[in-house]
């Protein structure tokens, strides 16, 4: 063979990355894959292009999903924050690690005694335990106190905000001190202004691009939870500029960052080694779209707890596709445990499944779901399986004709009323038993004072404080 011709065959030789569904999971394993988990706080199911949005622009959501696997009945395990994150770090429902609410309050208030307890086994650590390096940037909303930050849940490294961006000052009805940003265990800034939270989106995605060039070498664990689009909003000039409000311009910003990161591990040929997956922590707030959900924040309807989800991997997700399963963010914990052989608690039972065949296209994979409950802080007030809905009070829906929850059809199938219904009997009964115990601290204290107190006071925890 001519030298010439050899170099020819060397250009006609495309790599077999175009994949088609079900060939994906025959593939040699990659190695200790990287894994990016970006989390947008209150965003709904139709904020983005992929989801139908054409309000919002979202160019890089649209390749994401054009290069990656849409997810379209992908959930999170509470309708609010800090229980839909406990349940993204533990792979459980939020109640049976004691995190169905704060507190005293439906989520964590700065200086609150409760927090996720330290025993409990994190995605985090899972990754520490295969030896990857690990990274939070953003809102974490587990616990403030110094054993619930992140750095002592599994992160090497941190860089955020501890609780919402509305828990500060402005807040009416509480007495909030300032808006602490931390890098690892130590205040190093305050949000002071609506500019300064317009400048949260930059921040956390500069931090994790700058992570990933440093970790490049080694295999790593991201998790990037911005505090957009929670209230109060506003984003950075260039996108204010162009948006119809604050809601759309922190929309179009967090697509900026997905962006950024998709484009830092293209530059560092990292793309085909490395699962992204984009998800919201609970369903969108006012000003926020959930259509063609019923509900929103806060709720059990769709709305509230089923997700905008894309996920990519070039070469191992199939691109540009679809799956409708029933998949939730409890899965992730197993799932990545598996893909990077790291290790899970041997006596910690938890909720989420291994769906790594329904991620990576197997032909025919089903959910392993049978049931998925809906919580309202502690109380089961819903579950799904299978295409039906069915709510305690009473209403059954059939989610593959009426995705947005508006006929009540629990009249014409009261066999399916009776087996959900108990199957909520069963799962409550199970988890009665099975619950954890929340991390409490004595002496609990915020990490900053109340403007304008003076010593000791100023740290009182804010659920302590009258309401204003
Ligand atoms: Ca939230």
Redesign the pocket.
């Known amino acids: 063979m001519s030298f010439l011709f050899r170099i020819l065959l060397l250009v006609a030789w495309v790599p077999p990355i175009a994949a088609k569904p079900g060939d994906a999971v025959e593939r040699p394993a990659i190695a200790n894959p990287n894994v990016v988990v970006i989390f947008i706080?209150?965003m709904g199911y139709g904020d983005i292009g992929p989801f139908g949005s054409t309000r919002n622009q979202t160019p890089h959501l649209d390749r994401m999903a054009r290069e990656g696997r849409t997810l379209t009945s992908f959930y999170v395990a509470a309708p609010?924050?800090t229980p839909?994150r406990a349940a993204l770090m533990t792979g459980c429902y939020p109640k049976r690690v004691g995190l169905a609410t704060g507190s005293g309050h439906i989520v964590l208030f700065p200086g609150d005694p409760h927090g996720l307890h330290p025993e409990e086994w994190t995605m985090a650590e899972m990754f520490k335990s295969a030896g990857y390096a690990t990274g939070c940037f953003g809102k974490w909303h587990l616990g403030d106190q110094a054993k619930f930050l992140p750095t002592a849940q599994g992160f090497d490294t941190y860089y955020g905000i501890p609780y919402s961006n509305d828990m500060w000052p402005p807040l009416k009805r509480f007495q909030c001190p300032d808006l602490p940003v931390m890098r690892d265990t130590k205040v190093v800034s305050l949000v002071k202004d609506m500019k300064e939270q317009g400048d949260l989106c930059r921040q956390f995605t500069e931090e994790a691009v700058k992570f990933i060039r440093t970790n490049k070498e080694k295999p790593f664990f991201v998790y990037l939870p911005h505090a957009f689009v929670?209230g109060p909003r506003a984003a950075r000039a260039q996108f204010m500029k162009n948006a119809k409000d604050e809601t759309e311009a922190q929309i179009e910003e967090v697509d900026w960052s997905v962006g950024e990161i998709l484009k830092t591990l293209r530059e560092e040929k990292l793309a085909e080694k490395t699962l992204v997956l984009f998800t919201s922590?609970?369903g969108g707030a006012r000003g926020c779209v959930n259509l063609p959900l019923r509900g929103g924040?806060g709720s059990i309807f769709e709305g509230g707890m089923r997700e905008p989800t894309v996920a990519w991997w070039p070469g191992k997700i199939p691109a540009g596709t679809t799956s409708d399963e029933l998949m939730t963010t409890m899965d992730l914990l197993p799932t990545f445990a598996k893909m990077v052989g790291g290790t899970l608690s041997p006596t910690h039972v938890i909720d989420g499944k291994d769906i790594a065949l329904l991620l990576f296209g197997q032909e025919g994979a089903k959910t392993p779901h049978e049931f998925f409950f809906f919580h309202q802080a502690e109380r089961l007030g819903a579950v799904r399986s299978g295409s039906w809905k069915f709510h305690r009070a009473g209403q059954l829906y059939d989610l593959a004709q009426d995705i947005g929850e508006k006929k009540n059809v629990a009249a014409d199938h009261s066999e399916v009323v009776a087996r959900l219904g108990k199957a909520m009997d069963e799962f409550e009964a199970e988890l009665g038993k099975g619950m954890r115990p929340v991390g409490v601290v004595k002496n609990s204290r915020t990490l900053v004072p109340r403007p304008g107190v003076k010593g000791e006071e100023g740290f009182r925890p804010t659920l302590s404080l009258k309401k204003k």
Do not use: L, M
Request: a negative charge; aromatic letters at 0%.
């Open positions: 706080d209150d609010v924050c839909s929670h922590d609970n924040k």
